[in-house]
């Protein structure tokens, strides 16, 4: 059993910069993901990627702003999050999946972490 600890979320102003990192411990995660959810919002999809360092990315917009790294060795993966908006107010969530996962709506991960608070403010 997998256990994902998120970290790095924050308050901050539009046009900032914020990196989450997502370290895992156990299980062998050959899929690491970001996901976000909006108080009233679902939750969606913002990129994942595989231990061969194959990614995806939810929309071109997204990839434009908000990067998906990993060390394999660390069993870390980070997001990291540029020219922020209030609109990417949300609560960031890490998921882990035994199987590599190149589907970007796919939302059955087999592990999740308790999620980070990003605020950003106008």
Known sequence: ???????????????????????ASGGILT????????????REFIASMTDNGSTTYRTSSIKDR?????DNAKNTVYLQMDS??????????CAADRLAIYNAGYKGYDYWGQGTRVTVSS
């Open 1 to 23: 059993q997998a256990r994902l600890v998120e970290t790095g979320g924050g308050l901050v102003q539009a046009g900032d910069s914020l990196r989450l990192s997502c370290t």
């Open 31 to 42: 899929t690491m993901a970001w996901f976000r959810q909006a108080p009233g919002k679902e």
């Open 66 to 70: 908000f990067t998906i790294s990993r």
């Open 84 to 93: 922020l908006m209030p609109d990417d107010t949300a609560t960031y969530y």
